[in-house]
């Protein structure tokens, strides 16, 4: 599996650019019927009207709505950069391991002076999670997902699961090196964090205790869906605090969780045994709560 980018937190860079990417027409898509059950893919299929509302979709053969469940695949990037073509090495490992799952690697409007990612980068997450709901019966796919977060990813993944997932449709999250603490001392004792933190929220929708509010550890609930987390034990971006304090959190609640630390940093360092290790718990994640039968 290629190893993850190492993101780029908020704090990090303060030059903030969007990266278009060129949208096909997903015609097909709309033209495929129930009786059209060869593996297929469409790339860059349209879910709003940004250039960066897209996502690419792996259909397995033989699918039907009774038992073809999705894997959600989120990419990292400090919510200012990063592209799904940076998951294409879980896509190709969930394709050899999990040949019966569909795929759906996505890409969110980045956040620049503008655009804050909160909420819009939740909401665009459930946009996605509503086109696929309406195209169920078109696509002969479940309702059922799984998602597999790196970095910034992972943190839009368990604020989804948490906040957003209303139906309980979200069976499992992967984190792999998800900021879950903002109030961490590492984060609030930089001297950049006051005016990075202001380009990434939205104040309106977060007027009072805006920084628990977008932390994942302050949304954890009873409800919350099993986490597989991954971090390193030398991280220079999210510290292995974030991990430990979202194990609590876990535990708090009574939220099935595994949690694994590795020698090195944010996953770019990470040996290769560690990563067949991260493939083969995420594996049996998906095994267990996507289960096919």
């Not at 709309?30 to 059209?36: K, L, M, N």
């Not at 299929?45 to 940004?50: A, E, L, N, P």
């Not at 002076?113 to 309406?134: G, M, R, Y």
């Not at 202001?198 to 628990?212: F, H, K, Q, R, W």
């Amino acid at each position: 599996m290629k190893k993850i980018v190492a993101s780029v937190v908020f704090f990090c860079s303060l030059t903030l650019l969007l990266v278009s990417c060129s949208s096909e027409d997903d015609t097909a898509l709309e033209e495929t019927g129930e009786a059209s059950l060869e593996a297929t893919e469409f790339l860059d299929v349209s879910y709003g009207i940004h250039t960066r509302q897209t996502y690419d979709i792996f259909l397995p053969e033989g699918r039907s709505m009774e038992k073809t469940k999705t894997l959600i695949l989120i990419h990292g990037g400090g919510w200012t950069q990063g592209d799904k073509e940076d998951m294409s090495g879980f896509v190709d490992a969930i394709q050899l391991l999990h040949p019966d799952h569909a795929i759906v690697n996505i890409n969110y409007v980045l956040s620049n002076v503008t655009t804050p990612a909160f909420p819009n980068q939740f909401l665009d997450i459930d946009a996605v999670i509503e086109k696929l709901n309406s195209e169920q019966e078109t696509l002969q796919i479940s309702t059922e997902f799984g998602m597999i977060g790196t970095s910034a990813g992972a943190h839009l993944a368990l604020m989804y699961d948490s906040l957003y997932d209303l139906d309980d449709q979200v069976k499992f999250v992967a984190n792999i090196v998800g900021p879950t603490d903002l109030t961490d001392p590492f984060y609030l004792e930089d001297p950049n964090f006051n005016f990075a933190f202001s380009l990434l929220v939205d104040e309106n929708e977060y007027p009072e205790n805006a920084i628990e509010a977008v932390s994942p550890i302050y949304n954890i609930h009873s409800g919350t869906s099993p986490v597989v987390m991954f971090y390193g034990n030398q991280d220079p971006l999210v510290p292995l605090s974030n991990g430990m304090a979202l194990e609590t959190a876990l535990n708090n609640h009574q939220v099935s969780h595994s949690f694994t630390v590795y020698e090195g940093g944010h996953g770019d360092d990470w040996s290769d045994a560690d990563f067949d290790n991260l493939k083969s718990q995420i594996s049996d994640y998906i095994n267990t709560y996507l289960f096919i039968d």
